[in-house]
């Protein structure tokens, strides 16, 4: 085997064989990513409907709590290949969305909010657009990482818990933020490397993983564009 050659790029179409491999990632790239941008835009409505939702500002700790519920339940019904888990990825994005509308509103009353939500979408697209492309045409190999971003993933929450309701200190948060887009930037290469290199072959939980690590990026890059204007 010729050594300079990219083990991870996708098969040569003269090789049946390789032809019949690449035909089979490009159709999994197809279906993943469209169902991602479905989400992504169900989510965006949710959050515009949540922006002026009471139920959004009154019972937050009910949305996360049934957020993660869907969670689970998109992972194990994806895992079986059931029919329920594309209604239930939307649900997901849907209580995603609404749990994410006074977040987003509170940013959109500050000086210059949309500017800032602007920049902070701009952002998370070229980001995720230029970290896929690199995933997969890449030699290096992220799948080692996942262990390490998971804990640091931890490491980060449980700081923010921390200064949210004891230390109070607002250049401490725009540090978590920073370290949660270094975190995320690494999970977009890892998921996206276990979609082009055949570790999942299952659309709907190669979604969820995309999809939490886009709107995640997007938050940290809100906190960040936007804690200079917090009053």
Not at 127 to 153: E, H, K, P, Q, V
Request: hydrophobic letters at 55%; zero cysteines; aromatic letters at 10%.
């Amino acid at each position: 085997m010729n050594q300079d050659q990219n083990p991870y790029q996708f098969p040569d179409s003269m090789n049946p064989q390789g032809s019949r491999a690449g035909t089979s990632i490009g159709a999994l790239l197809g279906k993943t990513y469209a169902l991602l941008a479905a989400t992504l835009v169900v989510s965006a409505i949710a959050a515009v409907y949540g922006m002026s939702s009471p139920f959004a500002y009154e019972h937050p700790i009910i949305l996360m709590i049934g957020s993660f519920a869907l969670l689970f339940a998109v992972q194990y019904t994806g895992a079986h290949r059931s029919p329920f888990a594309i209604p239930l990825v939307f649900l997901f994005a849907a209580g995603m969305g609404m749990m994410m509308g006074p977040a987003i509103e509170m940013y959109l009353r500050m000086p210059n909010g949309a500017t800032i939500i602007a920049e902070a979408l701009g952002t998370t697209a070229a980001m995720f657009i230029g970290l896929s492309a690199y995933a997969m045409t890449t030699r290096r190999d992220f799948s080692n990482i996942g262990g390490f971003l998971i804990t640091g993933l931890i490491l980060a929450i449980v700081v923010s818990l921390l200064n949210m309701f004891f230390l109070h200190l607002p250049a401490l948060q725009l540090a978590i933020a920073g370290v949660l887009v270094l975190v995320f930037s690494g999970l977009i290469l890892f998921d996206t490397q276990r979609m082009v290199r055949g570790g999942i072959q299952e659309p709907v939980l190669l979604v969820v993983g995309l999809y939490l690590d886009i709107i995640n990026l997007f938050m940290a890059l809100l906190e960040i564009f936007g804690g200079g204007n917090r009053n």
